[in-house]
Structure formats: structure tokens, C-alpha cells
């Protein structure tokens, strides 16, 4: 999967094109706002169910609960 940054200006004016571009590129915005990083657009794999998403959420409250995380500014890091 590509990952690509938008600024929030340009993601409003586009949204109904950004959604597009995501869904058939497989591509993940970061969505910036001022350069800081707002939230992420990101299709769904094409065999997701909400069975699957539940079961992810869960396997990631278990990480948060034995400390895999990561920090806000590890995160920006990557991307400064």
C-alpha cells in the first residue's frame, strides 16, 4: 500500500476523488493539517468483515494492554 499526505484544504475540496483514488489504488492519505498529522484514510481490505474488524480491534486493545504502542512523537518522527 502507497501512503501519500493531503493537506485538509485540499482533502475537503476533493473528497469525493481522494475516497476514489484510495479505495481503487489501495493508497492511505495522512490527512495534514498545518504539518500535523490529523488522521489517515485507508480502504479496507476487500475480504473485511465486521467480524474481522472487531477481531482486530480486540488483538489491539491486548497490545495497548502489554504496552506495544507507540508514542505520538515516535509516530512524527518518521514523518519530519
Do not use: C, W
Not at 501519500?4 to 495522512?30: C, L, M, P, W
Request: hydrophobic content about 40%; proline content about 2%.
Amino acid at each position: 500500500m502507497t501512503t501519500k499526505t493531503i493537506g485538509i484544504k485540499e482533502f475537503r475540496a476533493h473528497i469525493s476523488d481522494v475516497v476514489t483514488r484510495a479505495q481503487k489504488g489501495n493508497v492511505r492519505y495522512i490527512v495534514m493539517n498545518r504539518n500535523k498529522p490529523l488522521f489517515e484514510l485507508k480502504p479496507f481490505k476487500k475480504e473485511a468483515t465486521i467480524d474481522s474488524l472487531l477481531e482486530e480491534i480486540i488483538e489491539a486493545q491486548k497490545d495497548v494492554k502489554k504496552g506495544k504502542l507507540h508514542s505520538q512523537e515516535e509516530v512524527l518522527k518518521e514523518f519530519l
